[in-house]
């Protein structure tokens, strides 16, 4: 569990590369906030996670709005007290 206790903040966490992403940091012990604007499809991975026994939580989010990234940055920490790793992996266009 390399990631025991660590926080990961997951952009593009509700399918593809950042859902397998967020499976990955959950088995390795990581809390993670699944960061997407499709909240449906990142509450199904946030609950697939607790299923699980890990810690998640899904958050719609723009991350190309700087203010609702300083709200998912504020909202992450108000949740879990910290933040320890930010994989960014929304794709737009």
Avoid: P, W, Y
């Avoid at 950042?18 to 991975?45: H, P, Q, S, Y």
């Avoid at 699980?52 to 998912?72: F, M, P, W």
Wanted: with cysteine.
């Amino acid at each position: 569990m390399r990631l025991k206790d660590k926080v990961a903040i997951i952009t593009g966490g509700a399918s593809g590369i950042g859902r397998e992403t967020c499976r990955l940091f959950a088995r390795e012990g990581a809390k993670i906030m699944i960061a997407d604007l499709i909240i449906e499809e990142a509450n199904k991975v946030a609950n697939e996670l607790k299923a699980q026994g890990h810690q998640a939580i899904a958050k719609k989010v723009d991350v190309t709005s700087l203010d609702e990234a300083n709200r998912l940055a504020k909202f992450t920490l108000d949740k879990f007290g910290q933040i320890d790793i930010l994989a960014n992996i929304a794709g737009g266009s």
